[in-house]
Nanobody, 126 residues
Framework: QVQLVESGGGLVQDGDSLKLSCAAS????????MGWFRQAPGKEREFVAA????????YYADSVKGRFTISRDNAKNTMYLQMNSLKPEDTAVYYC???????????????????WGQGTQVTVSS
């Protein structure tokens, strides 16, 4: 079992920045990759960014490339999402997720991940 807790969400204005954190606990040594997803009201959960836990390769959705940066601190078992130049369309609940069993084969897919956090709300006003 892996437990994930997100933090750092909030209400910001168009063009502002936020940094989300995802603290992992439990059997974190089994983690292959971690990702950030988001879900806006009435929409499906969508991929934002992901990182391989060992090696550090990163992946981004086209909509956030160049604005968001994913990183991790292995010693702290924590993943981050630095979000710059936020736009109203970035408004959503942001979830972190951990891939423990699927070996990061389809790292952009929801089904790739075994564990999910409870989500943190990000609201960007225009």
């Amino acid at each position: 079992q892996v437990q994930l807790v997100e933090s750092g969400g909030g209400l910001v204005q168009d063009g502002d920045s936020l940094k989300l954190s995802c603290a992992a606990s439990g059997r974190t040594f089994s983690t292959v990759a971690m990702g950030w997803f988001r879900q806006a009201p009435g929409k499906e959960r969508e991929f934002v960014a992901a990182i391989r836990w060992f090696g550090g390769n990163t992946y981004y959705a086209d909509s956030v490339k160049g604005r968001f940066t994913i990183s991790r601190d292995n010693a702290k078992n924590t993943m981050y999402l630095q979000m710059n130049s936020l736009k109203p369309e970035d408004t959503a609940v942001y979830y972190c997720a951990a891939d423990v069993t699927k070996l990061a084969v389809n790292i952009r897919r929801v089904a790739e991940y075994d564990y999910w956090g409870q989500g943190t709300q990000v609201t960007v006003s225009s």
